[in-house]
T-cell receptor
Framework: DQQVKQNSPSLSVQEGRISILNCDYT??????FLWYKKYPAEGPTFLIS?????DKNEDGRFTVFLNKSAKHLSLHIVPSQPGDSAVYFC??????????????FGKGTLLTVNP | EAQVTQNPRYLITVTGKKLTVTCSQN?????MSWYRQDPGLGLRQIYY???????DKGDVPEGYKVSRKEKRNFPLILESPSPNQTSLYFC?????????????FGPGTRLTVT
């Protein structure tokens, strides 16, 4: 049973436009959400996070939105750049539930930004 | 440079031949973890460690062992590898507390068991 779902395996956008990556979760105990970015032949790198007490967190070109009632979060990249081309993983944790820092990851979405 | 290193980066071995994948971090992190990444399954946690001599199972611990004798090192041991352990393995580390969720990952070890 997959608790974190990224239903789009891939997404292609034009440089300068907005990229929107989506993530759904089923476990209502999750209260902290993160996005990781992964280039080929490298490990994932932390990108941005959001706590369940917020509905938006912004860091430069990256914004994460959380809709708790829908159990849905999204990552917006504006404007998209060719260097953003990577696999993006959504991850979640039940921080207040004594999770031992366990992260549950989605399968990832391959973003391609075309020049 | 702050980093998590893994060795080897690539390994092809045969069923039943014991192997160890090393992981080392230079950031004085308390928390370390091993994940495996398989096509269509994302990253799944194998084992984690909250500090020296403190380890516990993740979601898919069968067939693996770990040890944490020093803070910087967290080796992953496959006593008798099998083909279903063919995968891409990542080690990660972080401080405990709020930052623990923002983990630093190593570059990965691609293991093939024939």
């Amino acid at each position: 049973d997959q608790q974190v779902k990224q239903n789009s395996p891939s997404l292609s956008v034009q440089e300068g436009r907005i990229s929107i990556l989506n993530c759904d979760y089923t476990n209502s105990m999750f209260d902290y959400f993160l996005w990781y970015k992964k280039y080929p032949a490298e490990g994932p790198t932390f990108l941005i996070s959001i706590s369940s007490i917020k509905d938006k967190n912004e860091d430069g070109r990256f914004t994460v939105f959380l809709n708790k009632s829908a159990k849905h979060l999204s990552l917006h990249i504006v404007p998209s750049q060719p260097g953003d081309s990577a696999v993006y993983f959504c991850a979640a944790s039940a921080r207040s539930g004594g999770s031992n820092y366990k992260l549950t990851f989605g399968k990832g979405t391959l973003l391609t930004v075309n020049p | 440079e702050a980093q998590v290193t893994q060795n080897p980066r690539y390994l092809i071995t045969v069923t039943g031949k014991k192997l160890t994948v090393t992981c080392s971090q230079n950031m004085n992190h308390e928390y370390m973890s091993w994940y495996r990444q398989d096509p269509g399954l994302g990253l799944r946690q194998i084992y984690y460690s909250m500090n020296v001599e403190v380890t516990d199972k993740g979601d898919v611990p069968e067939g693996y062992k770990v040890s944490r004798k020093e803070k910087r090192n967290f080796p992953l041991i496959l006593e008798s590898p099998s083909p279903n352990q063919t995968s891409l393995y990542f080690c990660a580390s972080s401080f405990l507390g709020r930052e623990a969720y923002e983990q630093y990952f190593g570059p990965g070890t691609r293991l093939t068991v024939t």
